[in-house]
Each structure stands twice: as C-alpha cells, then as structure tokens.
C-alpha cells in the first residue's frame, strides 16, 4: 500500500475505514490518497473533521484516465500536506460537492466547474466566477480539446 | 467706502486670502516636518499650493443621479465659515471694544460648518462609502464637541463669566494667560486633541480612512470642488491655533503670538506622526469618557479659581 | 495646456493602483515605491484613495477580459488630463499569455498609455525613474 517511504502514523487505522484506497508518500511533506470519486467526499469529511486538517485548495487537472480531482489538506501541526485523489469520466464529469461541511471549497469548486466543465453535485452557488459575463456556456477553457476563442484578437 | 473695507477685510486680509495662504505654508511645513520625523526628504515647501493649482487645473466630474446643487455647494459652506471664523478672530484679538456679547457662542456654530460641509458633500455623492465616511465625521463631530464645550464654560468661567471673546482676551491680558494654572492645563489638553479631530488628523482621522474607504465622503469629488475642501483644512490649519491663543494663551496681538503658534502646531504635528489611527467607535469612546472626565474636572478646578 | 496648469499637474501627480489581472508582483512593488524608504512625496507623488483623486494612474497585469470594462471605468472616472502608467512587462506585451482564452488585447489597443516601464516585477527604483521620465515628458 505504501510507497518507498513510511507513512506517518497520522494515516495509521485510515485504511480499515477506507479500504482500497492507496497511499503515496511523494516526499516528506506530501502524502497523496487516491480514492474512488464515491467515497472521495466521506475521505475529506474524514481528514477535516476527525483529523482536525485544514482544507487549503482543490485541483482539477484533464488527463488521458479523466479528470482528476485533488483536494489538498493541510496538517498545520506537522506541516505534512495530504491530497485526496480521484478521477472522475469524461462522460460523466460529476462529484459530490464538499460545501455542505465545508464553505472554504465554495470558490475554488466553482472554478473548477467553469474551467474544466465538472459538475459538483450539490454546490448551492454554481455560478462561473473567473471567465467574463459573456463567455459561452458549456464552453471549458482548460480541456485539452478545447477549440474555442483564444489570443487576444478577440479582446476587448 | 465702508462696505469696501469690509470686502477687502473677508476676503484679502485678514479674511479668505490671507488665511489660505498661510494656510498652505503651514500644510508645506507640516509635512516637511513629518518628513524628516520619518528620515525622508519631503516634499517642497510649496507643494500644498501646487496641489491646489493642479486641483483647479482638472475637470470636476458629477457623480449619475448626484443632487448637482448640494454636491457643488456644499463644499463652499466650510469655506464661507472658515471666512467669517478668521476675520472674526483677527477683529477680536486686534480691536477687542469690537466685539459683542455672545460671540464665542457665533464662533462655536461657525466652527460647525466644515463638518457639516464634509456630511453634505458625503451624502449628496450617491456612494455607500461616502455615506459611511460622511457618518463617522458626524459622530466623531459629536465627539469632540461634548468636551470642548465644558472646557470653553470652564475658560468663560476662568475670565469672570464673560461671554465676549473680547473680554477673555482682555483678562488673560490684565492677569496671567489661562494656560499657566491647573485648570488652564487641563483646558489645554482638552481642546489639543479636540482640535486634532477637527483637523482631520491622525489618531482621529477615521472619517477619510484610506484605504479603509477610499478616501471616504471626499471619494466623488475632484477638480475645482476636491480643492474647495481641500481649502477648507488648509485654512483650518492656521485658525485652530489662532483660537487655542486666543482662548488660553493670552491672544496673538503681540509678537511673541508667533513662537506660541509654531508650538500649538508642533505639537499636532508631533501627535500627528507618533500615533496609530484609532477606530471610530473607540474615538467615540476616547472623547465622551476620557476627555470628558477630564474637561469637568478641569471646570471644576477653575470654578474654585484654581 | 497653459503653463501654470502644466506646472501643477508635473508638481502634484497623485498616483491610482489599478491592478488589471495581474500576478500581483508588480502590485507589491508598488506598495515598495509609496514607502518612506524610497520617498516619492518628494515629486508630490501621493497615493489617492479615489480615482477621481488621481492624476496617474498605475495600471499592472495583463488585461483580461473580465476586468477590461472595469478598468475602463477607472480610466472614465479619473479627470482629464491624466497619465497612463504601464507597470511591468505585462503592460508591454501579452508575451506567453499570447494565445490565452482570456486575453483581452495589449494596453495601448483600450488606453492612451503614456509610458511602460518594463520588468518583471520592476524594481522601486525603475517605477520611480519611469514615472519621473513621465513627469518630464508633460
């Protein structure tokens, strides 16, 4: 399960609640979690509640499996960063939203549901926040097959 | 020939003219003083009459759906009182069988006008955060007035029950000036950090707290109405001393008036730079308790002639 | 312009922070410059808490689309005659933003920029240079 280097024993018990989930300790300070996209939301409840981590941002990146997902928590007393990693379809782009235990990911899911196209089910605001009052819908800027408007001939 | 002499009184010498001038000359050393408080070279001595000049050189933009009329006008209510309030003081310290019973009384509701000025044009600039600058101007007005008030009955009571400015003058004139006893000390104090908040200067300057509200109930104006307000605290700057003279130290008929002056505006200067702003609630709070204690206690002292 | 009003816009020019999508490196340099430690109130430079205080307004970042109208409006808002600073190599060029989704064309296609004073972010005492150069050129 783990890889390389030792896990720290703040993980220690976390993989009889969550099993088959799989560790991997990048470096001293970076530990990432991978999960299924079900049971992604009860990890994160998990490290923010029972843990007492504090949620820092969330990550969306289009890769060939899909789209991953990251949401990075920090342990301020170890100063150790854990991200939750799952991958959602790109025919099926959708995940639990954490607000509901968790008002800081508010933005930064918004953000992520107008750049990448990611429906974050349960999100009480999905408005865009970043691209202009005119931008398209279903129109995402970060896809790798995004053919829409770029450089600045379009402007102003 | 007399109503001549009158304009010229209101408005060269001693009246708007005069007064502005020097006004500006004492901005330009202010901050050349908290310029060198702060290691810094400064700006030039002129600067403030270079920052008027510019100010009368730009266009004045009107804020959509702004009551024209009270937006401009308002900013000509401070200068008119600002006026009237120097040639006043000048006539009462020069010629004090000029004067009138009750006249202290006048100078107290002339003195309301800048700050009833800044309120208006706050208001009128249809912008929540001059309204917010235009209400803490209003409250920090009520602040300071409390105390400054029951210093001005403890120096009416020092000078023998006198309403006159005229006679105050005379019997610090005839006697000793009221600073150099107890109470006039207190009274000194009180109307110090009085006059700092009427300045606009830091610790009260919370009305126009930038970048807290963006230059607060001052924030829609520019060009020629910014420079009338702007005339105002400059004119400001060279009365409110006039008045602590006038009222503690003897009056400024003399040449001595001049050291005694540079002091009083030392002193705001020094206040200026050495404090951190405070929160309007917390001035509120300074004034009505602390200085207020302060001031009846000095009226207390002076009631037994101390 | 008459000579007097010219003598009071070079004597007096209060500085506006626009910050137009930027990375925000400029943005922290120019809180630098309006410290003590590099004294701009000696060219009467003051910062303005109001656009409709400013006479310069100091403008960073790569325009993006979003804020384009808004920056705009700041350029509406601020009394004529006024400078247009360009802070930053953001303001010179659209450089690796070039193909950007977001991109809402160089400067000088939306304002009269006046003078660019490139780098990334440009030192204190580069900004100070360029808008004195600014000044000079009035």
């Known amino acids: 399960m783990t890889d390389r280097k030792p896990a720290p024993e703040f993980l220690n018990g976390i993989a009889d609640k969550f099993p088959g989930i799989s560790v991997k300790v990048h470096s001293p300070r970076r530990i990432y979690i991978r999960i299924d996209r079900e049971r992604a939301f009860d990890l994160a409840q998990y490290l923010y509640r029972q843990k007492g981590c504090r949620f820092s941002t969330a990550t969306g990146i289009d890769t060939r499996e899909g789209f991953e997902i990251l949401y990075h928590f920090s342990d301020d007393a170890t100063g150790i960063y854990y991200s939750v990693k799952t991958v959602v379809p790109k025919d099926d782009p959708k995940i639990r939203s954490l607000v509901v235990f968790l008002p800081a990911a508010d933005w930064i899911e918004r953000e992520i549901h107008e750049l990448l196209g990611i429906e974050f089910v349960g999100h009480p605001n999905p408005r865009p926040l970043l691209t202009p009052e005119d931008w398209p819908a279903e129109s995402y800027p970060l896809r790798r097959d995004y053919e829409g408007e770029k450089g600045g001939k379009n402007g102003g | ?306 | 312009m008459p000579n007097i009003r010219l003598w009071g816009l070079k004597r007096s020019p209060w500085v506006f922070h626009v910050s137009a999508a930027s990375c925000n490196n400029c943005d922290i340099e120019i809180l630098d410059v309006l410290t003590p430690k590099w004294d701009v109130e000696r060219f009467g430079i003051v910062l303005a808490g109001s656009p409709r205080h400013a006479d310069a307004l100091l403008v960073t970042g790569v325009i993006n689309r979003k804020t384009l109208p808004r920056v705009l409006k700041v350029y509406e808002q601020t009394p004529k005659p006024c400078l247009v600073i360009g802070i930053g190599t953001c303001s010179c060029s659209p450089h690796m933003f070039e193909d950007s989704y977001n991109l809402a064309g160089p400067y000088d296609r939306h304002l009269p920029v006046d003078i660019y004073i490139p780098g990334c972010p440009p030192k204190p005492e580069a900004i100070i240079m360029g808008i004195v150069k600014a000044l000079r050129r009035l």
């Open chain 2, 1 to 306: 020939m007399n109503g001549l002499r009158l304009l010229f009184e209101f408005i060269v010498f001693p009246g708007f003219l005069f007064t502005l001038t020097i006004g500006l000359l004492l901005s330009g050393i202010d901050r050349k003083i908290t310029a060198r408080i702060q290691w810094r070279t400064g700006p030039p001595w002129f600067q403030p009459f270079a920052d008027l000049i510019k100010l009368f050189g730009k266009e004045t933009l009107l804020p959509e759906g702004a009551p024209r009329s009270v937006f401009l006008l308002s900013p000509l209510l401070g200068v008119a009182g600002m006026t009237v309030i120097s040639v006043m003081l000048f006539r009462m310290n020069f010629r004090p069988e000029a004067t009138f019973v009750g006249d202290l009384i006048v100078l107290i509701y002339l003195f309301a006008l800048p700050p009833l000025a800044v309120f208006l044009g706050g208001s009128a600039s249809r912008n929540p955060l001059a309204a917010v600058g235009a209400s803490r101007e209003m409250t920090l007005y009520f602040a300071y007035e409390l105390p400054l008030i029951i210093a001005l009955v403890g120096i009416v009571a020092k000078a023998g029950g006198a309403l006159r400015i005229g006679d105050i003058v005379a019997a610090q004139l005839a006697g000793r000036p009221f600073l150099y006893s107890l109470s006039g000390v207190i009274f000194a104090a009180v109307l110090i950090l009085s006059f700092q908040a009427k300045l606009g200067l830091v610790p009260f300057d919370s009305p126009e707290a930038e970048p807290e509200i963006m230059a607060g109930p001052y924030i829609e104006y520019s060009g020629g109405a910014l420079a009338l307000f702007k005339i105002t605290k400059a004119m400001m700057v060279f009365v409110l001393p006039l008045f602590f003279l006038t009222l503690l130290w003897g009056g400024f008929a003399n040449w001595w008036a001049v050291l005694k002056f540079l002091s009083v505006l030392v002193l705001f200067v020094l206040i200026k730079n050495t404090n951190p702003r405070l929160r309007i609630d917390q001035a509120l709070r300074v004034f009505w308790i602390g200085v207020t204690a302060l001031s009846a206690a000095g009226l207390v002292l002076a009631l037994f002639k101390l």
